[in-house]
């Protein structure tokens, strides 16, 4: 539940600086082992490395938990990623992810037994219908994971509903870049395991690799979502994605991988063309019809939003849908909690309650966010607790800056730092903003690409762009607190020496930068049990000379 009054206290010794209190969250940007694959390391980031060392002799440097419990996921196998770690460092607070919260649902049964359930898959199975499932096909969980899909199944074929088409899109980034065959055959496997007794028909329709066909975020490129609509839902490939060596339509999800990978050696499973599967005569197996259900088997929802808007939104206008059949879609969760999309869903979302924003906007702190297209969201829907929207638009500011698309990531890993970077000096040299928080996408959108001299130019970009936004807020008596959500550019070889794309299992830097410091503060972690990112906007607060709300994960620093 929320408070109903937002109101800090102040600190009785510590005041705060006068200039801005400016968070940068490095995204993406872990400890790694200083070895080959530790591309941070491979930078030898001048600023970073001489900030981090001179923070470990003052006392104002740590290393936090950035993944498993300590984000609110189900075990601490489970690697961080953006969504949680913004939600923990914009809430103070661990909640039940996604993940779990469907995971624990699944397990008592309970997620069989809602109205909502009923509504989408009884209904089907009472009009003998067909249930569609789109989502991402992995185990990497941080947007989905396929054993959930696999128990949804086993609940879809209980109910009663005899045509299942699954409409996978291929992961290969919070697992290896080319795994995605490995979970196809598993999903085949199952699907003929639901057929034996040959009263259910269950079949792969269509599909494609996440970053080009369904998911994409924050409307980077509603090309991607289109791809998506056709191959989903019309049962169709544009022209352009067709050549005679990749037809797009393919007798099975196996052939049309093993074709993609023969035409376009280059392209990991994540940009995988869109395919759509035909039987004998041609015909798309998984086209939409009239009265069908939808369920989108994602749990996580910046990458679910706007296919959900596709099927649920009257007018749409972001193209032309050209097909629209008349289906019921849901969510496994609700995505926007703020927007309610979409408005039928299986689990109830994490409720994150008690934000931060909602202490600072209450406490009239002019707040000021940034970031470029592909971490937009991440600075303000899962920072707030995954509403879009400001939470008080009479003292917050929220600033996109337009990223390139994601296809120029690798041979451009500086993307629109420098931007970011010029739009913050600006705010800081304004005076206006007291609170300010940014998030630089290098770390992370470059590590996903997995190619070690890219993420070197990235880490040196951020280093450069960091020295002057720090030099900046020091100069006008602010302080700046540097950390970062989860890992991902410090660790990118497996064990193996293979090629890792995908998020990290390490800590995260945490340092604070203030030259107005005579040793007022320090950090000190002894009293906490497990220091993680969660513990941070409690320290924000008594840096801007608050006490934090006291149900807050514990400040990093103590008063001298
Ligand atoms: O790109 C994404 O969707 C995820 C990885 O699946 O990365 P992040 O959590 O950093 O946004
Ligand atoms: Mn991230
Ligand atoms: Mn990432």
């Known amino acids: 539940m929320d408070t109903k009054e937002y109101h800090l206290e102040p600190l009785p010794s510590f005041r705060g600086r006068k200039g801005p209190l400016l968070v940068i969250i490095m995204d993406g940007v872990g400890i790694g082992k200083k070895d080959a694959g530790d591309a941070f390391y491979q930078a030898h980031p001048t600023n970073l490395n001489t900030w981090m060392s001179e923070t470990k002799e003052k006392g104002l440097y740590t290393e936090l938990r950035a993944h498993g419990i300590a984000v609110g996921l189900p075990t601490d196998g489970d690697m961080g990623n953006s969504e949680v770690g913004h939600n923990a460092l914009g809430a103070g607070q661990v909640f039940s992810q996604g993940a779990r919260l469907v995971n624990d649902s699944l397990e008592t049964g309970e997620f069989f037994e809602t109205e909502n359930w009923d509504k989408i898959v009884g209904e089907t199975a009472r009009t003998n219908q067909t249930i569609h499932l789109i989502g991402l096909l992995s185990d990497g969980n941080v947007h989905s ?265 690798e041979s451009h890993p500086e993307m629109r730092a420098d931007e970011v970077t010029e739009r913050l000096l600006q705010i800081i040299q304004s005076k206006k903003y007291k609170y300010i928080r940014v998030n630089y996408a290098n770390g992370d959108m470059v590590g996903h690409t997995g190619n070690i001299k890219s993420c070197i130019r990235a880490v040196k970009k951020l280093d450069e762009c960091l020295k002057k936004v720090v030099d900046a807020t020091l100069s006008a008596d602010g302080i700046v607190v540097i950390t970062a959500d989860h890992g991902n550019v410090e660790e990118k070889l497996d064990k193996k020496g293979n090629v890792k794309t995908s998020h990290t299992l390490n800590p995260v830097p945490f340092f604070i930068l203030d030259s107005n410091y005579k040793g007022e503060y320090q950090v000190d972690t002894s009293k906490i049990e497990e220091p993680g990112i969660s513990n941070v906007i409690a320290t924000v607060m008594n840096l801007m000379g608050y006490q934090a709300p006291g149900f807050y994960e514990k400040s990093l620093i103590n008063f001298n």
């Open 145 to 409: 994971h396929i054993e959930q899909l696999f128990k949804i199944l086993d609940g879809i074929v209980k109910t009663g509903v005899k045509k299942i088409r699954i409409h996978p899109l291929l992961d290969g980034r919070d697992v290896p870049p080319d795994s995605g065959l490995l979970f196809i055959n598993q999903l085949e496997e199952k699907l003929k395991s639901l057929e034996t007794d040959g009263k259910i028909d269950a079949k792969i329709g269509s599909g494609g690799g996440r970053m080009y066909v369904t998911m994409d975020r924050y409307e980077s490129n509603w090309d991607i979502v289109k791809r998506g609509w056709n191959a989903h839902v019309r049962g169709f490939v544009d022209s352009i994605d067709i050549t005679k060596d990749y037809p797009g339509y393919f007798t099975s999800a196996t052939k049309a991988i093993e074709t993609a990978r023969k035409v376009y050696p280059e392209k990991q499973d994540q940009y995988n063309p869109p395919f759509v599967i035909v039987n004998d005569e041609n015909n798309p197996i998984g086209k939409m019809n009239n009265g069908d259900a939808v369920i989108n088997f994602n749990f996580r929802g910046d990458r679910a939003i706007e296919i959900s808007k596709a099927f649920i939104f009257e007018d749409f206008a972001y193209f032309d849908r050209i097909y629209t059949p008349d289906v019921k879609y849901s969510g496994l969760l609700e995505y926007d909690g703020d927007a309610h999309i979409p408005t039928i869903f299986l689990v109830p979302p994490p409720k994150i309650t008690n934000i931060s924003a909602k202490y600072f906007t209450a406490m009239k702190i002019p707040s000021f966010a940034i970031a470029e297209t592909h971490k937009f969201g991440h600075v303000t829907y899962f920072w707030n607790g995954n509403n879009t929207g400001y939470i008080n638009s009479g003292y917050e500011l929220y600033e996109e800056i337009k990223s390139e698309p994601n296809e120029m990531i």
